[in-house]
């Protein structure tokens, strides 16, 4: 039975790496979101900078890992059994919670994780000690490490106030001196900026986050922390005088360089601070099986006190180097991180964006509330003031156009995301607090995106929606935490190596389940086609641009209508949907191709009437197109799901055949504006009254099947649903296919004249 704790580690050690790969892409937004939001330098240059400082982070990570081993629990009240119990638990736990999380694409918080996980597991096994001795709770004190543990959940809940407070101080002082304006500011501003950016991050990473490593001098570390003042004043010379030459003699841009080493400190501070997260349960259990197995080898497991957990651990460098090549892999190949990335980037964007969240009551009435009180300060500002703080915060060049390529925010704002995260997690990091460098991180983005006026009022409500969201989920996390861990602990507890196998192999197959979905998902992203937003002020020009809008909108209606009509025909309650969520995010991305329009009218130069009609025209068609193709199917998602009758053969025979003709159509369709043939469009109008000729004679073969008395009221309104949407289907097609030919023929005679 001993080799049991054996297995459990190898398990434990295969977790160990599963979760770095979870947890990394989880965090990969922590340290990535504000290089990649400002486009500064290259995504691979981003990678490469990011990955150097999760391998030095890694080294500097030992002080951390005591936080596993002591820093929830009192070791010596617990057995080796019941602490590898505990260790299981959480890890299992994490792994299945995190990668729930991943899959949602929202970034959730590693360190809350673990510390609730922790606790849950802890917990449980205390009652069930308590329990057996017939004690009372009252002793679960005596179990836990009350003071730490409140310490550690305290400092997590005080980042989220803390890092919002500070980046968004921080990022209003640098904006009001610098601007928007900042590349055409003086040399000085720029030096003075460098410098002190430089200072913040070679003091609180270099010497605070590598203090309990040994890559630098022990007598340097202790130079700095004694003279605190003269360190930070040579360093703020040192590194203004050197950005000023860098601006003055090589015209080297001091933001970007910013930027480079923000996102080095970054990374190496979330490794440092992180990397207990992942592996630190691992190596407090590698280092209870070593004290056992090095004990007395009659005491049993159930008979070996874990006191030994409390003493200080030497560190293991070639582990922790391991687990930073494990992170390093993972950043490189995971397609989750790059999902959770957008979620953080999007939220923070300076510009229009496709709004991923819902309004909802809460960030409704706080939007509101920030208004009331901005409409008292400013009646309390003078005039001047007023004017001097507006135009020091208005953008000086910047274009309305959405464009996939314009960076969400500038350098500044990066700049200060970069250096605020990195300081708050370092600090945390020196005094051996695991600081949710996620909550640090979002936070400041979300505080220096509001202080720099990038939640207008068209967008401020979704921004504050979506930060509700995810600081909901974090806070769903830690109670998701500690009841999942709770339970696993108990199960394995109870039933031994059967629930332990059963879990594993539960957790194995979670996971690549999901591998393989996202895998899919993203395939699927790869190849489908996306809109693209129109920009030229001819009507020639718009229908070159736009063709490729209608194809995709075919294409995609295509697979849709199938799907539906398939799913259907089965009762398949899953595959609609599916369906479903497909329509819904066409849906969405057509109210944003709709949405494009006033920014498309606003930035065309000259007399541009005929140009914007026909582009505000053929979205519309497009926009009617996609809801009905939307309707059809949330009816048929919604009749399945409710139970009601299912269509009889001969229904389902009609409806093929009406897919079968549609389904033509939209290929022919797609192939002519593919080909950007449009010469042929006639014959495909031509062709609209056959098909309604076959819709008008199926609407009365249905009113006959009305009159048995076996017929269905949900079944034949749901019917006569699908047939007048397949018709609007046509007419809205018919229209946007009349509207294209008319102006495609007058732009060739124009070109011949």
């Given at each position: 039975?001993?080799?049991?704790?054996?297995?459990?580690?190898?398990?434990?050690?295969?977790?160990?790496?599963?979760?770095?790969?979870?947890?990394?892409?989880?965090?990969?937004?922590?340290?990535?979101?504000?290089?990649?939001?400002?486009?500064?330098?290259?995504?691979?240059?981003?990678?490469?900078?990011?990955?150097?400082?999760?391998?030095?982070?890694?080294?500097?990570?030992?002080?951390?890992?005591?936080?596993?081993?002591?820093?929830?629990?009192?070791?010596?009240?617990?057995?080796?059994?019941?602490?590898?119990?505990?260790?299981?638990?959480?890890?299992?736990?994490?792994?299945?919670?995190?990668?729930?999380?991943?899959?949602?694409?929202?970034?959730?918080?590693?360190?809350?994780?673990?510390?609730?996980?922790?606790?849950?597991?802890?917990?449980?096994?205390?009652?069930?000690?308590?329990?057996?001795?017939?004690?009372?709770?009252?002793?679960?004190?005596?179990?836990?490490?009350?003071?730490?543990?409140?310490?550690?959940?305290?400092?997590?809940?005080?980042?989220?106030?803390?890092?919002?407070?500070?980046?968004?101080?921080?990022?209003?002082?640098?904006?009001?001196?610098?601007?928007?304006?900042?590349?055409?500011?003086?040399?000085?501003?720029?030096?003075?900026?460098?410098?002190?950016?430089?200072?913040?991050?070679a003091y609180f990473i270099i010497v605070k986050g590598l203090k309990g490593a040994d890559i630098l001098p022990q007598g340097f570390n202790e130079w700095a922390q004694t003279n605190l003042w003269q360190f930070i004043g040579v360093n703020v010379v040192f590194w203004t005088l050197l950005s000023g030459i860098l601006i003055a003699a090589f015209k080297i841009n001091i933001y970007k360089q910013i930027i480079v080493l923000g996102t080095f400190a970054l990374a190496m501070a979330f490794a440092g601070n992180d990397l207990v997260n992942f592996i630190g349960v691992p190596m407090a259990a590698y280092q209870s099986y070593l004290d056992w197995t090095a004990a007395d080898p009659a005491v049993a497991a159930n008979a070996f006190s874990m006191e030994s957990l409390s003493a200080k651990v030497p560190t293991q460098p070639l582990l922790l180097l391991l687990a930073g090549l494990v992170m390093v892999l993972t950043l490189w190949f995971s397609e989750k991180a790059r999902r959770v990335v957008k979620t953080s980037v999007d939220l923070s964007s300076q510009s229009d964006v496709q709004e991923r969240f819902k309004p909802n009551w809460l960030a409704q009435n706080l939007v509101r509330g920030v208004i009331g009180m901005n409409k008292l300060v400013i009646t309390i500002l003078p005039d001047r003031t007023q004017k001097s703080i507006s135009r020091r915060?208005?953008?000086?060049?910047?274009?309305?156009?959405?464009?996939?390529?314009?960076?969400?925010?500038?350098?500044?704002?990066?700049?200060?995301?970069?250096?605020?995260?990195?300081?708050?997690?370092?600090?945390?990091?020196?005094?051996?607090?695991?600081?949710?460098?996620?909550?640090?991180?979002?936070?400041?983005?979300?505080?220096?995106?509001?202080?720099?006026?990038?939640?207008?009022?068209?967008?401020?409500?979704?921004?504050?929606?979506?930060?509700?969201?995810?600081?909901?989920?974090?806070?769903?996390?830690?109670?998701?935490?500690?009841?999942?861990?709770?339970?696993?602990?108990?199960?394995?507890?109870?039933?031994?190596?059967?629930?332990?196998?059963?879990?594993?192999?539960?957790?194995?197959?979670?996971i690549t389940r999901n591998y393989v979905n996202v895998r899919k998902d993203t395939k699927e992203i790869k190849e489908e086609l996306t809109f693209k937003m129109a920009e030229s002020s001819s009507i020639k020009g718009v229908i070159q641009e736009s063709s490729e809008?209608?194809?995709?909108?075919?294409?995609?209606?295509?697979?849709?209508?199938?799907?539906?009509?398939?799913?259907?025909?089965?009762?398949?309650?899953?595959?609609?949907?599916?369906?479903?969520?497909?329509?819904?995010?066409?849906?969405?991305?057509?109210?944003?191709?709709k949405n494009h329009v006033f920014y498309y009218i606003k930035n065309l130069d000259g007399d541009t009437h005929g140009a914007s009609r026909f582009y505000l025209l053929i979205q519309d068609s497009l926009q009617d197109i996609v809801q009905s193709l939307s309707y059809i199917t949330k009816a048929s998602y919604k009749h399945v799901k409710n139970g009601h009758k299912g269509l009889r053969f001969n229904q389902i025979r009609d409806l093929k055949e009406i897919e079968s003709r549609l389904l033509e159509i939209f290929a022919r369709v797609e192939k002519e504006f593919k080909n950007q043939t449009l010469e042929n469009l006639p014959e495909i109008i031509e062709a609209k009254q056959e098909f309604y000729n076959f819709i008008s004679d199926d609407i009365e073969r249905q009113i006959a099947r009305t009159k048995d008395p076996e017929s269905s009221p949900k079944n034949t309104t749901l019917y006569f649903s699908l047939l007048l949407e397949c018709k609007d289907i046509v007419e809205a097609l018919t229209l946007l296919l009349e509207h294209y030919y008319v102006e495609y023929v007058n732009s060739r005679e124009i070109d011949l004249l």
């Open positions: 039975m001993d080799n049991i704790y054996l297995w459990m580690l190898i398990a434990l050690a295969v977790l160990a790496i599963a979760d770095l790969v979870v947890g990394v892409s989880n965090d990969a937004v922590n340290f990535l979101n504000s290089a990649i939001g400002s486009k500064a330098v290259s995504f691979k240059t981003i990678m490469i900078v990011a990955s150097i400082g999760i391998a030095f982070g890694a080294l500097s990570s030992s002080g951390m890992m005591e936080v596993a081993r002591k820093g929830i629990f009192v070791p010596s009240q617990f057995y080796f059994d019941e602490i590898m119990i505990i260790f299981m638990a959480v890890m299992i736990t994490d792994i299945l919670l995190l990668d729930f999380f991943n899959s949602l694409g929202l970034p959730t918080s590693t360190t809350v994780s673990i510390v609730f996980e922790l606790l849950g597991a802890a917990v449980c096994m205390s009652l069930i000690k308590i329990a057996a001795n017939d004690g009372s709770i009252l002793e679960l004190g005596n179990y836990i490490n009350s003071s730490k543990a409140t310490e550690i959940i305290l400092g997590i809940l005080l980042s989220v106030v803390v890092a919002f407070s500070i980046g968004a101080i921080v990022q209003y002082v640098a904006r009001y001196l610098l601007t928007f304006n900042f590349e055409r500011k003086s040399i000085y501003a720029a030096s003075i900026f460098g410098g002190l950016a430089v200072t913040a991050i915060f208005t953008p000086t060049t910047s274009s309305l156009i959405l464009d996939a390529d314009k960076p969400a925010f500038d350098m500044v704002r990066a700049a200060v995301n970069l250096v605020v995260a990195s300081v708050l997690i370092s600090i945390a990091t020196g005094m051996k607090l695991p600081l949710s460098t996620t909550y640090v991180t979002f936070m400041v983005a979300m505080g220096s995106s509001l202080a720099d006026r990038a939640w207008g009022s068209d967008s401020a409500v979704y921004r504050v929606s979506g930060v509700i969201n995810v600081i909901a989920g974090w806070f769903m996390t830690a109670l998701t935490a500690f009841t999942a861990a709770a339970i696993m602990a108990f199960l394995i507890y109870q039933f031994g190596a059967i629930a332990l196998i059963a879990l594993l192999v539960l957790a194995l197959f979670l809008n209608v194809a995709v909108v075919m294409k995609r209606g295509n697979k849709l209508l199938s799907d539906t009509m398939r799913n259907l025909s089965k009762q398949d309650l899953k595959g609609l949907r599916k369906a479903r969520a497909y329509a819904e995010e066409l849906s969405d991305e057509m109210d944003e191709l």
